[in-house]
């Protein structure tokens, strides 16, 4: 048994929940934070046998495209009192997964 932990940006979970569970996959949903932009994200765990990984995977890479979007940094100029937003290009979307062994799987 395996367990896929799939980061994946917010606007493609509901969709992505949807096609897994239509391929009746069990998904476990939790809400985090991205690091660098601050925004939401959220983290699947999917418990799946090691024969269905690659078909997990092929759903994710299906409905999690990367796409641009642009977004204020704001460095700090001079003294704390001067903030000058400054827009950037970055990209977003896309999956981040881990595919990790399961040593024992029970369902109480």
């Known amino acids: 048994m395996k367990l896929v932990i799939a980061i994946v940006h917010d606007e493609d979970s509901h969709q992505l929940i949807e096609k897994l569970t239509e391929a ?3 998904v476990t949903k939790l ?3 991205g690091g660098f932009l601050k925004s939401g994200n959220t983290t699947l765990l999917i418990g ?7 078909e997990v995977i092929k759903i994710i890479k299906k409905v999690c495209k990367t796409r641009k979007q642009i977004t204020t940094t704001t460095p700090m100029i001079g003294d704390n009192s001067n903030y000058i937003p400054i827009p950037i ?3 977003v979307g ?3 997964i881990f595919v990790v062994d399961i040593e024992r799987f029970e369902k109480i």
């Open 89 to 91: 290009e970055v990209i």
């Open 31 to 33: 809400a985090s934070t």
């Open 24 to 26: 009746d996959f069990s």
């Open 48 to 54: 799946v046998q090691k024969e269905k990984v690659s």
């Open 94 to 96: 896309g999956a981040t």
